[in-house]
C-alpha cells in the first residue's frame, strides 16, 4: 500500500487522472447540474444541484472561451469533467471535448464522471477524444453488477480504447457492498476503482444524518468510518488499483496545488503569494475610490502601485507600503488574504 497526502492511500498504478489532479493540474469543467439519479449522499452546492448551469473550477461560464481562461490561469495540463451528469448533455460535453483537445493538444489529459451513459453517448465523447471515463453506480446495486447495464457500459467504453474505472463513496457500514463493487471491478479488469472520503456539505447534511451518518471532528467534513473502510479495501486488494482519496487530500493537496498554479499566474506587483497559494493584498478603506486615488497620488504613490478593483468596490496596494502611508493619510488599511479564484473568497483581514 502506498501512501499520500491527507491519509489518502492506494494500491496497483494510480489512475492518470488522479496524477495530475494531485498536482494541482486540472481544471474541473462542471458542464451541467442536471441529473437523473438521486443519489443521497451527494454533495453537490445548492447553486448547481440540479441547475443547468456550467463553471470551470470556481467561474461560472457561458461557452467555451470562458473555460479555456480559466484553464490558462493554472496553467492547466487536462480537464476533468463532471456533473450533474455530463452524459445526460453528452453532444455538450463532446463538443467541450473536442474543443478543448484542439486548443492544449492531445496531452491534454481529459476524464470524466457519469452514472450513465448509452453506447452513443459513450462512442460520441471518445471519438471527441476523452482518455478516461469513470462510472458511479448506485450503491443498491453494488451487489448485482454483474447483471447490470454497467457492464455493457464498460465494454462500449473499452472498445473505444478508453481507461476505465470506478469512483463511489466509500460508506460506513457498507463493507459487504463495497468489497462486492471492488470484486466486480477486479473480475472486469477495470483500470482503478476510487473510493472517495465521504463527506457532508450543505445540501446532503440532513440526508447523511437521517441515515446515522456522524461528521468524525469539529474541523473536517468526513463522515466517521468513511476512511476505515476503505483503507481497509486497499489493504484487502494489494494486486488490483483501489484509490482512497480523502477530503483532506482533495483540500490540502490538490486545491492548495491549484491554487498555487493559479495565483503565481494571475499576481500583480503590489500581491503576495503565500506558500499556501493564498494573496495578501493591501486594502484602503475610507472614501469614494476616486477620492482615495488622489488621495494616494498627493503623497507619492505612484500608479503602477494602486488598483481599483471595481467588483469589490474598494483600493488595493501593496501591504509594503502601508507603514509609510498611516503616517500620511487618515484613512484605515487593511492586510487581506484572498483564495487566487474568480470568487476570491477572502480567508482574512487583518486592520493595519
Known amino acids: 500500500m502506498k501512501r499520500l ?3 489518502s492511500a492506494y494500491t496497483g498504478k494510480l489512475p492518470e487522472g488522479c496524477v495530475l489532479c494531485a498536482k494541482g493540474g486540472k481544471m474541473v469543467l462542471f458542464v451541467s ?21 456550467m463553471f470551470a473550477d470556481e467561474m461560472p461560464i457561458r461557452d467555451l472561451r470562458d473555460a479555456i481562461l480559466e484553464a490558462n490561469m493554472i496553467s492547466a495540463t487536462g480537464t476533468g469533467i463532471t456533473g450533474g451528469d455530463p452524459l445526460k448533455f453528452y453532444q455538450r460535453t463532446s463538443d467541450y471535448i473536442k474543443m478543448l483537445k484542439q486548443e492544449f493538444g492531445s496531452s491534454h489529459h481529459i476524464h470524466l464522471y457519469t452514472i450513465s451513459g448509452s453506447k452513443e453517448a459513450i462512442d460520441s465523447v471518445a471519438k471527441a477524444g476523452l482518455d478516461e471515463i469513470r462510472f458511479h453506480p448506485p450503491e443498491e446495486i453494488w451487489t448485482r453488477m454483474d447483471h447490470s447495464i454497467f457492464k455493457h457500459r464498460i465494454k462500449w467504453a473499452r472498445d473505444n480504447g478508453l481507461s476505465v474505472g470506478i469512483e463511489v463513496p466509500s460508506l460506513p457500514g457498507r463493507d459487504k457492498e463495497t468489497r462486492a463493487l471492488i470484486d466486480f ?7 482503478f476503482i476510487n473510493l472517495n472520503e465521504l463527506e457532508f456539505s450543505e445540501t446532503n447534511f440532513n440526508n447523511l444524518l437521517g441515515r446515522n451518518y456522524t461528521v468524525k ?6 463522515a466517521t468510518g468513511s476512511k476505515e473502510l476503505a483503507i481497509s479495501m486497499v489493504r484487502e486488494h494489494p494486486e488490483f488499483t483501489v484509490h482512497y482519496c480523502s477530503a483532506s ?7 492548495k496545488n491549484r491554487l498555487k498554479r493559479r495565483a503565481n499566474n494571475i499576481a500583480r506587483r503590489i500581491d503576495i503569494v503565500t506558500k499556501d497559494g493564498t494573496i495578501l493584498k493591501g486594502v484602503v478603506s475610507g472614501e469614494e475610490t476616486d477620492s482615495i486615488v488622489s488621495g494616494l497620488h498627493s503623497v507619492g504613490v505612484p500608479d503602477n502601485m494602486i488598483f481599483v478593483n471595481n467588483k469589490k468596490k474598494r483600493v488595493e496596494i501593496p501591504t509594503w507600503i ?3 502611508l498611516k503616517k500620511l493619510l487618515d484613512y484605515e488599511f487593511f492586510e487581506v488574504e484572498e483564495y487566487p479564484t474568480y470568487d476570491a473568497i477572502e480567508v482574512e483581514r487583518l486592520k493595519l
Open 217 to 222: 471532528n469539529d474541523y473536517e467534513s468526513g
Open 33 to 53: 447540474g442536471i441529473c437523473d439519479a438521486k443519489c443521497f449522499y451527494c454533495p453537490i452546492s445548492s447553486e448547481k444541484k440540479m441547475l443547468d448551469v
Open 185 to 191: 471491478s477486479e473480475r472486469m479488469d477495470l483500470d
Open 249 to 255: 487530500f482533495k483540500d490540502g493537496v490538490q486545491l
Open 322 to 324: 502601508i507603514p509609510e
Open 5 to 7: 497526502g491527507g491519509g
